[in-house]
C-alpha cells in the first residue's frame, strides 16, 4: 500500500526553523518525484518545493525561495523540507507529494499521492 506520512509540523516563532519530514512507502523511491505542497485558509493551495526523482533537480515557488531546502534520503525513503526564516505567512497545512517521472520544472508538480498534512504555524 502506498502511503506518505508527514511530521514535523508545530508552532514556531517569525523568523525560526522547522524541518519537516515525509516518509514514503509502497513507492520505488528511485522513480518518484516529491512535492511539499501547502495550504492556508482561503487561498489556493499552493506548490512549495520539488524534488526530481534523482535527486538533482529541485524546483521553489518564489514565496520561498532561499529559505526553504527540499532533500531526499532514499535509504530512509524520507523526503524533507528544511524551512528558515519562517514567516507568518508561511502558516498552513503542509503536504507531502508524490508522482512518477515529473522533472521539477514548475510547470507540473508531483500530485498523484497526498499525505495527510501537517500544520505549521507561525507566530509573529
Known amino acids: 500500500e502506498e502511503k506518505l506520512v508527514e511530521s514535523g509540523g508545530g508552532l514556531v516563532q517569525a523568523g525560526g526553523s522547522l524541518r519537516l519530514s515525509c516518509a514514503a512507502s509502497?513507492?520505488?523511491?528511485?522513480?518518484?518525484?516529491y512535492g511539499w505542497f501547502r495550504q492556508v485558509p482561503g487561498k489556493e493551495r499552493e506548490g512549495v518545493a520539488c524534488i526530481s526523482s534523482s535527486g538533482t533537480n529541485t524546483y521553489y515557488a518564489d514565496s520561498v525561495k532561499g529559505r526553504f531546502t527540499i532533500s531526499s534520503d532514499s535509504a530512509k525513503h524520507t523526503v524533507y523540507l528544511q524551512m528558515n526564516n519562517l514567516k507568518p505567512e508561511d502558516t498552513g497545512i503542509y503536504y507531502c507529494t508524490t508522482e512518477k517521472y515529473v522533472a521539477c520544472s514548475g510547470y507540473v508538480w508531483p500530485s498523484d499521492y497526498w499525505g495527510q498534512g501537517t500544520q505549521v504555524t507561525v507566530s509573529s
Open positions: 509502497g513507492f520505488i523511491f528511485g522513480d518518484d518525484a
